[in-house]
């Protein structure tokens, strides 16, 4: 009996799993070449990939959770999947140069999608830009619903003029990582104060800073640097994507399973400069901490010790390690200012001799990094081809050598048949000679000789 309950338990959650995969696949559409005909009628989020490749593979479950997130709420957005190199030019169309690639179409529009590859990421990617460019805030309470909602957003507020029509530019340029909206000077909260009108605001850390055309220059630019917090937990791709906003990026470099004092007092002295010098360096400055110093150590093709703090301008890849022991707060805007002084030198960069001892350092990684996933597989791939060298070498110098030797051989071969000529010659010249016939000399015994003198 209760074999059988146990059989029937797995075949119930055997059909469980069935249904699941069969309404996950059924939420994503596999595309093939009408797609390109029938896209405008719908708003489309599709992964462009490929069969044998390794993220796509990985990104397939979370792509389904996404279709039966999406079809589950009522989404406009259809969710789509298409092998690209089955369809190379309609993915060439579209732009696709690696895999995956994740795009929202829109109309004529091809939107990336550069975030996290996780489902929240994507779906919230693509309810913005899915939606509206500019979205109205009606209302005080709308607004303070946002502010909860979104721990960054931006805002114009005024009638129309020639910098809402910057700010739409923007909008339309930068809808991929942040949300944009519009407001009258009545609906934005009480503490924010204006002098001028129209205004464009960033709200994010719990307040807010307005856009000055003369100190921030380029309204795109601005928005490209003030759409991140002032302080976050980073990681390779975060890294990656600060590198547009020109931005120093300040980074506590710890362990975080360790709970000793000298880790967490960095973590909180960067986190206290973010918040209490906001004003001073949210500019210039972007400030974070990060997990481990396995990332850094490749960036900068060093090996740093852990916990320190370390300073990169990722968008020549210089870096500024600490030139004092770094005990509180005042410590560290003192080595910040050093920086912004040109007193500490930079490190790194992106020279010719930089980028060849770049080359040399990946090189050595992958190398290293295949004997230690598998050393077999590293003693085959650059054993076998050592081995094919070495015997070809050892051919070349054999070869080189046995023809030496038999040149040596035939010249003392050579030499020899001379002598023996030479001495021949010699031989015929002293010999007396009669009636041409050469009589050999003999020498007689030492006693005869004696016997004819007496």
């Avoid at 990582?177 to 464009?200: D, W």
Wanted: proline fraction near 4%; glycine fraction near 6%; aromatic fraction near 12%.
């Amino acid at each position: 009996m209760a074999a059988w309950r146990c059989r029937a338990a797995l075949r119930l959650c055997a059909t469980v799993v069935l249904l699941d995969m069969v309404v996950c696949k059924g939420a994503v559409e596999d595309l093939d070449e009408s797609f390109k005909e029938n896209r405008n009628d719908d708003i489309w989020l599709v992964d462009f990939y490929a069969p044998w490749c390794g993220h796509c593979k990985k990104l397939e479950p979370i792509w389904n959770e996404v279709g039966l997130e999406m079809k589950s709420i009522g989404s406009p957005v259809k969710v789509g999947k298409m092998d690209a190199t089955s369809y190379s030019s309609i993915a060439s169309e579209f732009g696709v140069r690696g895999y995956p690639t994740i795009k929202l179409l829109k109309g004529d529009l091809a939107y990336n999608y550069r975030g996290p590859r996780t489902k929240d990421d994507i779906i919230e990617f693509a309810h913005r830009v899915s939606g509206a460019l500019i979205r109205p805030l009606p209302s005080q309470q709308m607004f303070e619903h946002m502010q909860k909602r979104h721990r960054v957003f931006f805002v114009y507020i005024g009638g129309e003029s020639p910098l809402k029509e910057k700010y739409i530019d923007a909008a339309s340029e930068l809808i991929v990582y942040t949300y944009f909206f519009s407001a009258s000077e009545e609906v934005v909260p009480e503490y924010v104060t204006l002098k001028e009108m129209p205004a464009v605001l960033v709200f994010k850390d719990e307040t807010y800073f307005v856009y000055d055309e003369y100190e921030d220059g380029d309204l795109s630019s601005w928005i490209n640097r003030e759409r991140f917090q002032n302080y976050l937990a980073m990681d390779g791709f975060l890294l990656y994507e600060l590198g547009d906003t020109g931005k120093l990026v300040a980074i506590a470099v710890i362990d975080e399973k360790n709970t000793s004092v000298e880790h967490t007092r960095l973590k909180s002295i960067i986190q206290e400069v973010a918040r209490d010098y906001r004003d001073l360096f949210h500019r210039d400055f972007q400030f974070g901490h990060m997990d481990g110093n396995d990332y850094i150590n490749t960036l900068l093709m060093d090996e740093l010790t852990v916990p320190t703090v370390v300073v990169l301008n990722t968008s020549n890849q210089q870096y500024f390690l600490l030139d004092r022991q770094i005990k509180n707060v005042e410590d560290m805007v003192q080595f910040i200012n050093n920086i912004l002084d040109g007193i500490v030198e930079a490190q790194g960069g992106d020279s010719i001799w930089q980028r060849l001892k770049r080359i040399v350092f990946d090189a050595k990684s992958t190398v290293v990094s295949i004997f230690k996933s598998s050393p077999l597989m590293g003693c085959f791939l650059f054993g076998l081809p050592l081995g094919v060298i070495s015997i070809m070498c050892y051919g070349i110098y054999t070869a080189d050598t046995d023809g030496g030797y038999i040149e040596e051989r035939y010249e003392v071969s050579k030499s020899e048949n001379e002598n023996q000529e030479h001495k021949e010659e010699s031989k015929e010249q002293q010999e007396p000679s009669s009636g041409g016939s050469v009589v050999p000399t003999v020498q007689e015994p030492k006693d005869v000789l004696e016997k004819k003198k007496d």
